[in-house]
């Protein structure tokens, strides 16, 4: 049905890159959800008040929590799509991971409230009646609910959106909480055992933990995390492919998402000093031109001349390779040049080492400078450490 759906409501519904193909894609699916979990949500509580289940009934108001999330999920895609404007230059985009950090607050709340409502009825056991009414609204609600988890999955893994899957995994969440509730009404229908309550802490704690992990997949792009390695990977191919017209090397990729298609990132890629600086600096302009075209990307690259000519230059550059590439750990280093004087060589450079390092970056320093100094000790080394943001 959403398949058909997309087809006859979305706009060119392959170009999935663009904001407003995305947009279209979250606000119908939100719609989809709200109707389905409305549904639902209907069915369930009269199901729980037939069969007089407090997990059923619990998992009614669920469903109608569901169906808000997917009114959040709505409104959250509409807002993302909006045009920059001069109060927020880089687009509305982030909004789409704030509407998905709102859909795993519901569904902790959900979790906590269905927990409370266990432990009444624990303490406070009520007989349960399994009519083949309520049998089938229970099945039709597991089938449902997969039916909604599958597409949510299929289109956020599409759109690459958070919000989505945060939406899927709630769906995938109640599914197994309903089939938790319906094993449990068979079990009273069959033996008169009631485990109604334990049954609902059981799926409570379910549902709490999918809270939890839908909030770190929100949270995570807000704050700012590492851009995806396949990303990163078609950056360096780009830029490297004009290896033969200059290119030698890249180094301090930075990438900023502020929201799905609305990605900016800055790179220093390595020219060789002799060349003609117009050449060069067309060529850079070029590969900017190709990174936002190909990956729909904001691209500013800072041009590093590097000397390549210059005989001692290359030894010395081996001799400081050496030491860096005897450190444990993913360690590199750029922009390596060097300053003669009539009592001493500055060799100078930038050293990466990644997040965490068993060394604090002092003592990176210190130790590349004891050990370049017992090369010679004319040798100087002016050192800044950076870190790796990819």
């Not at 807002?79 to 920059?84: D, E, F, R, S, V």
């Not at 709340?109 to 007989?127: Q, V, W, Y």
């Not at 990605?263 to 060069?280: A, F, K, N, Q, T």
């Amino acid at each position: 049905m959403v398949t058909i759906l997309t087809r006859l409501l979305v706009r060119d519904y392959k170009n999935t890159s663009d904001v407003k193909v995305r947009q279209a894609y979250g606000m119908l699916c939100g719609a989809i959800g709200i109707v389905l979990n409305l549904f639902l949500f209907l069915v369930k509580f009269i199901a729980g008040q037939l069969s007089a289940s407090i997990a059923i009934t619990a998992d009614a108001f669920n469903n109608l929590s569901d169906a808000g999330s997917s009114i959040i999920t709505l409104a959250g895609f509409r807002m993302a799509g909006q045009k920059p404007d001069h109060d927020h230059p880089f687009g509305h985009g982030r909004i789409e991971y704030i509407a998905g950090l709102l859909v795993a607050v519901i569904i902790l709340l959900m979790g906590a409230e269905l927990f409370k409502s266990s432990l009444d009825k624990i303490f406070n056991p009520t007989p349960i009646d399994a009519s083949p009414l309520v049998l089938f609204i229970l099945v039709l609600s597991i089938c449902v609910k997969l039916y909604m988890f599958l597409y949510n999955r299929k289109i956020s893994r599409k759109i690459d959106s958070a919000a989505m899957m945060a939406t899927a995994k709630d769906s995938i969440s109640d599914s197994i909480s309903t089939l938790v509730v319906l094993l449990t009404t068979l079990l009273a229908f069959v033996t008169d055992i009631q485990i109604d309550g334990w049954c609902g802490i059981l799926v409570a704690a379910f549902v709490f933990f999918t809270g939890v992990g839908a909030m770190k997949d929100t949270v995570s792009p807000l704050l700012g995390q590492p851009p995806e390695p396949g990303f990163v990977k078609k950056v360096e191919e780009i830029i490297m492919e004009y290896k033969n017209q200059g290119v030698i090397g890249i180094h301090d990729l930075v990438v900023h998402n502020y929201g799905p298609g609305r990605v900016m990132l800055s790179v220093h890629v390595e020219v060789p000093s002799s060349g003609d600086i117009l050449v060069l600096h067309d060529m850079i302009d070029l590969i900017e031109h190709r990174l936002a075209h190909e990956l729909n990307c904001s691209a500013v690259i800072h041009m590093d001349p590097v000397c390549v000519d210059d005989e001692r230059t290359n030894r010395m550059k081996e001799d400081v390779a050496k030491i860096v590439n005897e450190m444990e750990g993913n360690v590199t280093f750029h922009d390596f040049r060097i300053v003669h004087g009539p009592t001493h060589t500055n060799l100078i450079f930038d050293v990466e080492v990644p997040f965490n390092y068993k060394m604090s970056d002092s003592e990176v320093v210190d130790y590349l400078k004891n050990q370049i100094r017992q090369i010679d000790e004319k040798y100087i080394a002016v050192i800044e450490v950076d870190k790796s943001y990819t």
